[in-house]
């Protein structure tokens, strides 16, 4: 399974971006998919989840701002992001698994992931 993240740029506080995860291999609507984010000298940062049956988690930093989605015909993973702050600056990986989350609070976890995209920046100026 490979993962293909897109979509990140430098974008002002207070705008909107999406970031995009296109997923080639395997059987994408038995997925489930992730965010991640990672900023310099920061440990990986879970941002949300979402399993094969549309089950969704957002983390605390972004809970009301971003929304993860997925279309399984295009096989993609999407991260809305609205209210952008200077805080949201990192690099934003996608991740995936082909089992499905718990909610046991398993899904904040990197381990908890298989395959890993290689990342798009997103850059929030104040």
């Known amino acids: 399974v490979q993962l293909q993240a897109s979509g990140g740029g430098l974008v002002q506080a207070g705008d909107s971006l999406t970031v995009a995860c296109v997923a080639s291999?395997?059987?994408?609507?038995?997925?489930?998919m992730a965010w991640f984010r990672q900023a310099p000298g920061k440990e990986r940062q879970f941002v949300a989840a979402?399993?094969?049956?549309?089950?969704?988690w957002s983390g605390d930093s972004v809970k009301g701002r971003f929304t993860i989605s997925r279309d399984n015909a295009k096989k993609t993973a999407y991260l809305q992001m609205s209210n952008l702050r200077p805080e949201d600056t990192a690099v934003y990986y996608c991740?995936?698994?082909?089992?499905?989350?718990?909610?046991?609070?398993?899904?904040?976890?990197?381990?908890?992931?298989?395959?890993w995209g290689q990342g798009t920046q997103v850059t929030v100026s104040s």
């Open positions: 991740a995936a698994r082909d089992t499905i989350l718990s909610d046991n609070r398993e899904y904040t976890l990197p381990s908890a992931y298989y395959y």
């Open positions: 291999g395997g059987t994408f609507s038995r997925y489930a």
């Open positions: 979402i399993n094969r049956n549309h089950r969704s």
